[in-house]
């Protein structure tokens, strides 16, 4: 399985300040994705990571709040721009090969905005 | 448009008995199903899958079942310990192509002594 590390861990955010979050694999992955949790809510796909090229967002997430970066095939960022208290999520990075096989989880960056 | 549910927010059984934890799902072109088990301020952890083609997938203490006629499957856990307590969430995918997945609301086991 892969190992997948993120930073911050863990951070308290200023209302209006953006925060960039981390993600470093231990493999090169094909597929890269950014998921938030809300609390007490499910799992929710903000967008695929795509190597080279722009990210693929999910319906209700844009760009401009959730700026992705992938710059190789074992990297990626996740920007929160202009954070408010509704932003106040854990945000997890998930890694997996194609054709179904499983799909793995960081360890997730919990920020609190206030 | 919840497309992936778990009707039970959570669940409580006692050590050593069967935990059963259900999950339903609306889209019929889902064909690949996932069990994650996350623990608070942790990422969740792959436990076992299920493709559209089996109905019926084990792992040690863990099975998987899918009904797919009724667009149903449940996870079972025996013998449940504590150490199982924690939040269980299904997921689905529908294009292996993108391993793109849906994520049920989760349900929260507690297995006590």
């Known amino acids: 399985s892969a190992v997948i590390s993120q930073k911050p861990s863990r951070d308290i955010c200023q209302r209006g300040t953006s925060l960039t979050i981390q993600c470093q694999v231990d493999?090169?992955?094909?597929?890269m994705f950014w998921y938030r949790q809300q609390p007490g809510q499910s799992l929710t796909l903000i967008a695929t990571?795509?190597?080279?090229?722009?990210?693929?967002?999910e319906s209700g997430f844009v760009i401009d709040k959730f700026p992705i970066s992938r710059p190789n095939l074992t990297f990626s960022t996740l920007t929160v721009s202009n954070m408010s208290p509704e932003d106040s999520s854990i945000y997890l990075c998930?890694?997996?090969?194609?054709?179904?096989?499983?799909?793995?989880f960081g360890e997730g960056s919990w920020l609190t905005v206030v | 448009d919840q497309q992936v549910k778990q009707n039970s927010p959570s669940l409580s059984v006692q050590e050593g008995r069967i935990s059963i934890l259900n999950c339903d799902y609306t889209?019929?072109?889902?064909?690949?199903f996932l069990w994650y088990k996350k623990y608070p301020a942790e990422g969740p952890t792959f436990l076992i899958s299920i493709s559209s083609i089996k109905d019926k997938n084990e792992d040690g203490r863990f099975t998987v079942f899918l009904n797919k006629s009724a667009k149903h499957l449940s996870l079972h856990i025996v013998p449940s310990q504590p150490g199982d307590s924690a939040v269980y969430f299904c997921a689905a995918s529908a294009d292996h192509n993108t391993d793109k997945l849906i994520f049920g609301t989760g349900t929260r086991l507690q297995v006590f002594p």
């Open positions: 889209n019929s072109m889902f064909d690949y």
């Open positions: 998930s890694v997996g090969p194609s054709s179904g096989n499983t799909i793995y």
């Open positions: 493999s090169q992955v094909t597929m």
């Open positions: 990571a795509n190597q080279g090229s722009e990210a693929t967002y």
